[in-house]
């Protein structure tokens, strides 16, 4: 057994792939091509809110003595946003588990 082999590639078949790039046209991309915009976001719309108040959060920990009241109002949105996506997968789970037996 070689060491292909041993990795799942299939008797060494991987090892004997090759790429040419003889025929791929090299140089500045063609202008008449528009360039198209991606598919997606790096920060959606609705994040920026909460990029905002983390944002806030980092810089009144940063202070030399933050005030604990500030973080704790910046914070409790999170903390019930996780409470309800808590709630949502115990709900989804005993949906799920009513499904599946009945």
């Known amino acids: 057994m070689n060491a292909d082999s041993a990795l799942g590639y299939g008797g060494g078949a991987m090892a004997q792939a ?59 949105p999170f903390i019930y946003s996780a409470g309800a996506t808590g709630l949502m997968q115990v709900a989804t789970f005993v949906i799920m588990t009513k499904l599946a037996t009945a």
């Open 18 to 76: 090759s790429v040419t790039i003889a025929d791929t046209p090299l140089g500045p991309p063609p202008q008449d091509l528009p360039l198209e915009r991606p598919d997606f976001q790096i920060v959606p719309p609705a994040g920026l809110p909460i990029v905002a108040v983390v944002m806030a959060l980092l810089t009144e920990l940063k202070k030399p003595r933050p005030n604990p009241q500030v973080i704790e109002r910046r914070l409790r």
